[in-house]
């Protein structure tokens, strides 16, 4: 096997909701994300970090119009690598998740399925971690980001 350089988990996603704790619980119970930070204010969730088994994490508080950073909930589209999407396919499923896209092998060579979340937000997942970059110094080197999330 070709070990390959890709790209690493830097860019973390933050959604806003209105129902920021039912989302942060879609995301673990249907997902798989694990809740590494949580702190709230009230009923409002202020900050949170949902850790990607495979690498990245995204982050979630609740929706506030007064913000600076104030967007509109649900308008998203993430993409979430996975290396086993048939066994992610099967948790969604089993959580009567909202599937946009079946199961599906793509002419690109991933295998790939897409869910809504009860934001409206739009996951897709897949084996697809974008192509890799060039080696430094022809070297070909893997970087692996399970379980250093």
Same mark, same amino acid.
């Given at each position: 096997?070709e070990?390959?350089h890709?790209?690493?988990a /830097? &860019? #973390?996603a933050g959604?806003? %909701?209105?129902?920021?704790?039912?989302?942060?619980?879609?995301?673990? $119970?249907?997902?798989?994300?694990?809740?590494?930070a949580?702190? /709230?204010?009230?009923g409002?969730v202020?900050?949170?970090?949902l850790l #990607?088994?495979?690498? /990245?994490?995204?982050?979630?508080?609740? #929706?506030n @119009? $007064? %913000?600076p #950073?104030?967007?509109?909930?649900?308008s998203?589209?993430l993409?979430?690598?996975?290396?086993?999407p048939?066994t992610l396919f099967r948790? &969604?499923?089993a959580?009567?998740a909202d599937?946009i896209?079946?199961l599906t092998?793509?002419?690109?060579g991933?295998?790939?399925? @897409?869910v809504?979340?009860?934001? /409206?937000?739009?996951w897709? %997942?897949?084996?697809?971690? @974008?192509q890799?970059?060039?080696?430094? $110094? $022809?070297?070909?080197?893997d970087?692996?980001?399970e @379980?250093?999330?």
């Amino acid at each position: 096997m070709e070990n390959r350089h890709y790209p690493p988990a /830097g &860019v #973390w996603a933050g959604l806003q %909701s209105r129902d920021a704790r039912g989302l942060i619980t879609f995301l673990s $119970d249907a997902l798989g994300f694990t809740v590494h930070a949580l702190y /709230g204010e009230g009923g409002a969730v202020v900050h949170s970090e949902l850790l #990607w088994p495979e690498g /990245g994490l995204v982050m979630v508080s609740s #929706w506030n @119009g $007064d %913000s600076p #950073w104030a967007r509109e909930p649900g308008s998203a589209q993430l993409n979430v690598y996975t290396h086993d999407p048939d066994t992610l396919f099967r948790l &969604v499923s089993a959580a009567d998740a909202d599937i946009i896209q079946e199961l599906t092998d793509t002419d690109y060579g991933a295998r790939s399925f @897409g869910v809504r979340d009860p934001d /409206g937000n739009l996951w897709a %997942s897949s084996t697809y971690r @974008g192509q890799p970059l060039p080696a430094p $110094d $022809d070297e070909l080197q893997d970087v692996n980001f399970e @379980g250093h999330a």
